[in-house]
Structure formats: structure tokens, C-alpha cells
């Protein structure tokens, strides 16, 4: 069997980070886990998996260079200096409507990306990226990727955030399919995981020959607890930033 010690730094780690205006990201991404998101030609970087999944998505499509990454990680200073700069010139109703203050940015996690439709000119803050074309044909892929569109219309209030439809967050692979057929928002997902689940009574996912089990864990009550699971079937922990952790493991094998 293979084990894992839940350790207190496990809730600040993980593809399934609530970061928002309530829920500041608590450090910054390694920077030797930090890729170009498309191509090498890119200075656009993402975490190394949100990074291959979002190549493997547009291939998949047959984007070619018809989708283009705008902004992916942002160091905090320069998600301080959008925050100014956007503060200075649109206003303050603009700015925190489309701009995360900084410390509470997806993108200083490395784990989000703002995709625009190619074109002549593109806008940095609000990148088009239509729900028609070729951006459908990701759109409709992207969850079984891993990917999310974040920032949903008439999400607004439990988001914090204006709907952007160009913002696509990593949050790992069935979350993302889970979360797309409810229509829920990283917020409500976690809030469902946490009201629902446990390890005796899990959310199970099923795919054809595939479950997977779904939990969450207050961090507090399971510190230096022992997870187990089989060794021939991966599992994957990770924080949630608010207080618990998502245990999420396969239980029957691929066929």
C-alpha cells in the first residue's frame, strides 16, 4: 500500500488553491516548475502540468496559432504594478471588478491563463475569446484537461470577480469535468466537497470502466493522519487554502 502523513503546509499546496479576495495565496510557485505555456517562442509561463495540459488541449482542437496565451504566472510585483496601472487609468470600480489584488491573483499561482482569439490587436486586461470557432472547440475540451473557465456569468457575488470568459484555471482532472456539469465555481465545489463528503462516504466519479472518489478533509483533525491507497492506483492530495485538503483517488483500473 502507499502511504502519505498529511503534514500542516498540505493546505497550502495543490491544484485545487482557493485563491480570491478572501483567500490570499500563501507563497509563490517554484520557478524551476515554471514552463512556457504554449511554446518555447513564449515568455508566458504556467506550472509545469497546467503548462502540458494546455498544449495537449490545443492540439488536441487543432488550434495551431489561432489561440494565443496573453498572461499566465505574474510575479507579485507585477500583479502589483496591473493593479496600479489599471487602478490609475479605468478607475476603481473597473479595477476590482477585472483585476485581482495582489496577493490574491490566480496568476501568481501559475496555475491560471488568459487566452485571447489571435488577432491584430489584443486587449491585455480583457482578451476576446469568443464562445463560437475555435474557442468553443476548446472551451469544450478544456474541461477534460483539467481546465475551468474561472470566472462564470452570474457567479459574480461568490466569485468576487466580473465574469471573464477568457480566464481558464488549472484545477486538475475530474474536478474540472465535475465542476463543469454543475456549473460550479471553484468556491462551490470546495463548499459542496466540504458539506458532503468524507472518506466513508466520498463523491464518486465514473467514467466508463474508471471511479474515482472524491473527498474533502479539514486539515485540523488530520494532521499527522495516514492516508493509504493501493499501489497500483494514483491518488492525488491537495489544499484547498481554506482550511482542508481534497483527497482524490482512482479505485478501479483503466480497462
Given at each position: 500500500m502507499s502511504k502519505y502523513r498529511i503534514r500542516p503546509e498540505d493546505g497550502a499546496g495543490g491544484t485545487l488553491l482557493l485563491i480570491s479576495p478572501e483567500h490570499a495565496l500563501l507563497g509563490e510557485p517554484e520557478q524551476t516548475k515554471l514552463v512556457p505555456a504554449v511554446d518555447e517562442n513564449t515568455d508566458v509561463l504556467l506550472e509545469?502540468?497546467?503548462?502540458?495540459?494546455?498544449?495537449?488541449?490545443?492540439?488536441?482542437?487543432?488550434?495551431?496559432?489561432?489561440?494565443?496565451?496573453?498572461?499566465?504566472?505574474r510575479p507579485h510585483r507585477e500583479q502589483v504594478k496591473i493593479w496600479e496601472d489599471t487602478m490609475r487609468k479605468e478607475g476603481e470600480t473597473f479595477t476590482r471588478t477585472y483585476v485581482a489584488k495582489p496577493g490574491h491573483s490566480e496568476h501568481e499561482s501559475g496555475l491560471a491563463v488568459d487566452l485571447a482569439e489571435q488577432r491584430e490587436e489584443i486587449d491585455f486586461i480583457r482578451p476576446e475569446f469568443p464562445r463560437s470557432g475555435i474557442c468553443k472547440k476548446f472551451r469544450d475540451m478544456a474541461p477534460y484537461r483539467g481546465f475551468v473557465e474561472r470566472y462564470l456569468s452570474g457567479k459574480e457575488k461568490v466569485?468576487?470577480?466580473?465574469?471573464?470568459?477568457?480566464?481558464?484555471?488549472?484545477?486538475?482532472?475530474?474536478?474540472?469535468?465535475?465542476m463543469t456539469r454543475r456549473s460550479l465555481v471553484l468556491e462551490e465545489y470546495l463548499q459542496f466537497l466540504k458539506e458532503e463528503t468524507s472518506p466513508e462516504h466520498p463523491y464518486i466519479y465514473r467514467s466508463g470502466n474508471v471511479r474515482i472518489d472524491i473527498c474533502y478533509l479539514p486539515l485540523d483533525q488530520w494532521i499527522d493522519e495516514e492516508l493509504e491507497w493501493p499501489d497500483n492506483l494514483p491518488a492525488m492530495i491537495s489544499g484547498t487554502n481554506e482550511g482542508g485538503l481534497v483527497w482524490t483517488r482512482w479505485r478501479e483500473r483503466y480497462a
Open positions: 509545469y502540468t497546467a503548462a502540458r495540459m494546455l498544449q495537449r488541449t490545443l492540439a488536441d482542437v487543432g488550434a495551431g496559432r489561432r489561440i494565443t496565451a496573453v498572461s499566465g504566472y466569485t468576487g470577480i466580473g465574469a471573464e470568459p477568457w480566464h481558464f484555471r488549472y484545477v486538475g482532472y475530474p474536478h474540472s469535468v465535475i
